[in-house]
Antibody
Framework: QVQLQESGQGLVKPSETLSLTCTVS??????????WGWVRQRPGKGLEWIGY???????YYNPSLKSRVSISVDPSENEFSLNVRSVTAEDTAIYYC??????????????WGRGAVVTVSS | QSVLTQPPSVSAAPGQKVTISCSGS????????VSWYQRLPGAAPKLLIY???KRPSGIPDRFSGSRSGTSATLDITGLQTGDEADYYC???????????FGGGTKVTVL
């Protein structure tokens, strides 16, 4: 069974960088065939796609967040990471990591982590 | 404002049926498959439907999906109290070059 687990800071100060890591078990990131991504849910809002990455390092980002976001992958550790720079209170959210299948027109997230609560506050 | 439009809430009595709509445009649902996710309170989202109408292993056939034109629907029959959750539709959008989701629909079992 594929499992994903987020880890990282729960509290980040405004203007600093939010960093989260997702550790994958039950599947190998380097086997290919899937992307590995991040989705967040801000308080009272719906799901918002942040971005995803392939094991080769090729990444894709939400245009509205692209200037502040970077996703990296470490196939040797079977994990991938998210950095969000210059955070504000608007970045307070539950951050989910998830595995993505994409062969357009087919596209979906099939496995999700339990989520990491991140609060931006001084 | 989400790219895909869902009703904020739907409700029905146990055993009844609810239908959740997801409305989009040619750049998303008009050309790409829809997926549906269930988020139980305090839990991670779970894939319910993929490729418009396919159920992952373990998802009961009480959940069914369809897509037509620029809209999609999720039906839940034989409603149970354990189905109380938020439901989201999602797909790719070629104009935005990204993944888009609906705003979510809260299902309440009366």
């Amino acid at each position: 069974q594929v499992q994903l687990q987020e880890s990282g800071q729960g509290l980040v100060k405004p203007s600093e960088t939010l960093s989260l890591t997702c550790t994958v078990s039950g599947a190998s990131i380097s086997s290919g065939g899937h992307f590995w991504g991040w989705v967040r849910q801000r308080p009272g809002k719906g799901l918002e796609w942040i971005g995803y990455i392939y094991y080769t390092g090729t990444s894709y980002y939400n245009p509205s967040l692209k200037s502040r976001v970077s996703i990296s992958v470490d196939p040797s550790e079977n994990e991938f990471s998210l950095n969000v720079r210059s955070v504000t209170a608007e970045d307070t959210a539950i951050y989910y990591c998830a595995r993505r299948f994409e062969q357009l027109p087919a596209n979906y997230f099939d496995y999700w982590g339990r989520g990491a609560v991140v609060t931006v506050s001084s | 404002q989400s790219v895909l439009t869902q009703p904020p809430s739907v409700s029905a009595a146990p055993g009844q049926k609810v239908t959740i709509s997801c409305s989009g445009s040619a750049s998303n649902l008009g050309n790409f498959y829809v997926s549906w996710y269930q988020r139980l309170p305090g839990a991670a989202p779970k894939l319910l439907i993929y490729n418009n109408n396919k159920r992952p292993s373990g998802i009961p056939d009480r959940f069914s999906g369809s897509r037509s034109g620029t809209s999609a629907t999720l039906d839940i029959t034989g409603l149970q109290t354990g189905d109380e959750a938020d439901y989201y539709c999602g797909t790719w959008d070629s104009s935005l070059s990204g993944v888009v989701f609906g705003g979510g629909t809260k299902v309440t079992v009366l």
